[in-house]
Each structure stands twice: as C-alpha cells, then as structure tokens.
C-alpha cells in the first residue's frame, strides 16, 4: 500500500512555491527544503499538489517549473485573451473542456497503434480539401517556381529569430523576442536567464539552418528526423547519447493521463511506419499537420519531441517554398491542450484549430514583411545621424559581437530617450547585421577600416535581411 502523504509533508513545499510566484523548478525546491527528501519522493509530492490543484506547473521533465495557484479571482491573463482570439468549433471546445478537467478526473489512456494504422496517405485526411485549398491560398508567395528552400532563404534571418523563439516559448522559454534576436544575432546570453534556456534557442537556429540549407535533401526520413532531433536535444539531455537516438526508455507526460510505449522494439517499428506514411502525403499541409499529431503521439524519443514536430512540419512547407509556419503568437496553455487531446483522446480537432491560425497568422506576418520592403522607414530617417554614429563607432573600434551589443546598448542608455532606446538599439543591431562591402561607406567608414574590423566579426557577418 502506497504511503499516505501528509500536510506536513506538503506545506514546507507549497510555502516556498509560494515565494515564487514567477515559477521554481524542483530542482531549487529541493535545495531550500529544511529537511532533504530524495528526488523521487519530492517529485512525487510536487504531482500531488498539481493534482489536487493547489499548484500549477509550466514545462516539461528539467524545463518544469511550479507556481501557487490563485486563490482569489484576478484579470484576465494575456494568456487568456490570446487564446479567446484562436477560434475554435464545437468540437475543439469540447477537447478543451476535457483535457482542462483536473487529471483525476480524466480517463488513462496508452498509445494506440490503430490511430496510426486508420490513417491512409492520400484517402484519409486529417484537413479537409477546402481546409488545404484556403492554406495555399494565403501561403503561397507570388515568387514563381524556384527551387527548394529558395524562400526560406530570402527570409532566413526572421524565420531564424521568430521560429526559434516561439517554438521555444512553447516550451516554458523565458527568453524574450529582443534577447533572442541578440542571442542569435550576437551571442549575447540574457542577463538572470536558466542557460538552458539560451541552449534551447541555439539549438533551435542549427535546427532550422539545417532544413533550409538541406531543402533539396531532407525528407520524412531517419536521416532528417534523427538528425534533427539531434540539433534540438544538443546538451539537453541527462543520457549525452541520446539526440538523434530512439527512445529506450519509459517516459511519462507531466499533467497528462497518458502513458506512451515503453518497447524499444514497437517504439521503432511505429516511428518507421509514421515516416513512410508522412512521405507518401501529396500535400504538404496534411504533411506538416500529420507531423504534428502522430509524431508527438508516439513520442519517439527521449525528450524534445514537440519540437522536433514543430519543426519538422516545416519541411514540406519549405520544399515547397511556402510561408514557413513560425508558430507566431499561439497561445501556449492553447497550444499544450490541444496536444493533450491528441495524447488522450485521439483526436485533432482543438490542434487543427490552433495550427490553421497560427498558419493563417505566419503568413500575414510574412506577407506584411514583403509589402514593407523598400518602403522609407520613418524612424531610421529621423535617427540616421545616431545610427550612423553608433554603426560607424563599432567598425572603428573593430568589435566582435558580443562587444558590439553590449556597446550599442550602453550608447542608446546615455544618448538616446527611454521611449525610443529599445527600438533604437533593435535598428541599430540590424544596421550592423547587414553591413557589407557595398554600403559601407554610408556610414562615413574607410575601406581599411572596415577590412580590419571584418577580421574580428568573422565570415558570415553580413545577415540576410527579409
């Protein structure tokens, strides 16, 4: 009989969640704890304060972190009205309902092999023709044919910034969109922020710099999906073999009733099986969409598997030069119920949903992005004396990019008002990103100089700007 887990146990616990409205991860409980418990027993205590709602819990497996729960009613979170925006059918509501009902209250469920086996590439369809027909409509860019990857390309550097830290938002990241644009761009870490968190977003850049560069070659196939996984896990996880390796380990979902397959064996007949029917859909949004159910569903490795989904859902986007999906503005809590409805219940209808808006919202961003260029930005023409000053600076004093940051944000702190610093330090970062051999001397540089200072940034300085 299980040991009965009494207040005196759980309220040491609560009280220090309770300190730390913003999120502590186990790990940091442990270590405040008066009394040491073992690992096991305290994850054990954690799940049952979850599960009895007197906290909550954000992220996954090392990324978890608790909360308090709220006690009083409060304002609507901007959470909450992001998701009100997404809208869902009846069916999709009904998902939801079941999933948000405490975990108690819900049905266990395994993984069942018939969910994969019911699906028939080309006959069956998670995405009604209507469905598809209105994704290729709004993302198809009018570029004509190119080979593969060649829009993706023309917007590497947004994609790289805007997927990179959504699909990492989605995973409890607390990077925000500036530090991950200077993380990417300079490789400046975020001050107070988990390192982890900064791995994970780089991770994200080699994985989406793979699929682009590769567009000709990757696939629904062991070399993509593996490879990929390996760029995403890389120094994520505890087993160091493990990215790019299938899982031969149990592993079970944080606040989900589901239990994935535990057989290394059927874990690898299923992931193979998923591959060849991913590769046999024509149309490359029943692909992507595909990707995102059956591939989380069987969870076919150790950690990071939604990611590996989001990402690899871009891969027939890509090949086919379509708006990449960048997962812009989806609500996170959104986002984990509707796969939580594919774990339990098998069905997609609440993912459907949130994928054909965040498709729908991906592409607006990346068709307003064209329409702009070329046109007059208003305020780098009234600070194009400050930006030449700071961008010029630089160049002379042969900085590298990390320095370059750190000194553009300190001569924004003493020159530039506080309204206007953050956006004046974000253009002053992109001037410098696409500076190059045939502009240069706008910014009153001498040839020399940028010579000696292009040896210090490294090859590649120069970002492909959308």
Do not use: C
Request: glycine share 4%.
């Amino acid at each position: 009989m299980a040991k009965r887990i009494s207040e005196a146990d759980l309220d040491p616990i609560e009280a220090i969640v309770r300190q730390h409205p913003d999120g502590i991860t186990a790990q940091q409980i442990a270590s405040k704890l008066d009394n040491k418990v073992p690992q096991r027993t305290l994850q054990y205590r954690l799940k049952h304060l979850v599960d009895n709602n007197r906290l909550e819990i954000e992220g996954e497996r090392r990324w978890a972190k608790y909360r308090p729960r709220p006690t009083t009613p409060a304002e609507p979170s901007a959470e909450t009205v992001e998701a009100a925006a997404v809208p869902l059918s009846k069916s999709a509501v009904e998902i939801q309902t079941y999933v948000r009902k405490p975990i108690t209250a819900r049905k266990p469920a395994g993984y069942k092999h018939e969910f994969l086996d019911a699906y028939r590439p080309n006959v069956t369809a998670y995405l009604s023709p209507e469905e598809r027909a209105h994704l290729r409509k709004v993302g198809t860019p009018t570029s004509g044919d190119q080979p593969a990857g060649t829009y993706a390309k023309h917007i590497l550097n947004r994609l790289l910034i805007d997927l990179s830290w959504n699909s990492s938002r989605l995973e409890g990241n607390t990077y925000s969109l500036l530090d991950t644009k200077r993380l990417i761009n300079f490789g400046k870490e975020a001050q107070g922020k988990d390192r982890l968190d900064a791995q994970m977003i780089l991770n994200h850049k080699d994985a989406i710099e793979f699929l682009v560069s590769a567009a000709e070659e990757i696939g629904f196939n062991r070399y993509t999906i593996l490879n990929l996984h390996a760029l995403l896990a890389n120094n994520l996880l505890a087993d160091p073999v493990a990215p790019g390796r299938l899982r031969t380990i149990a592993v079970g979902i944080e606040k989900s009733t589901y239990h994935p397959l535990e057989v290394p064996q059927l874990i690898e007949q299923h992931f193979d099986q998923m591959l060849v029917t991913a590769a046999a859909i024509s149309d490359p949004f029943e692909q992507a969409f595909f990707t995102m159910v059956q591939l989380p569903y069987l969870q076919p490795f150790d950690d990071v598997n939604k990611r590996v989904s989001r990402l690899a859902a871009n891969i027939p986007l890509i090949k086919a030069n379509l708006t990449p999906l960048a997962f812009t503005e989806v609500p996170r809590a959104l986002y984990t119920d509707s796969v939580l409805g594919v774990y339990e219940l098998n069905k997609t209808d609440l993912l459907k949903d949130v994928f054909k808006w965040a498709y729908e919202r991906s592409a607006a961003r990346y068709a307003a992005v064209k329409q702009s260029l070329g046109e007059p930005d208003a305020f780098r023409l009234v600070h194009r004396i400050e930006l030449r000053e700071v961008v010029s600076e630089v160049v002379r004093n042969r900085l590298g990019r990390a320095d370059a940051a750190s000194y553009i944000e300190r001569w924004a702190n003493e020159k530039i008002g506080q309204p206007e610093r953050e956006q004046f330090t974000d253009i002053a970062e992109d001037e410098l990103l696409g500076l190059h051999e045939g502009n240069f001397a706008r910014y009153q540089i001498k040839p020399s100089e940028f010579t000696a200072w292009q040896a210090v940034w490294g090859e590649g300085t120069a970002a492909q700007k959308a």
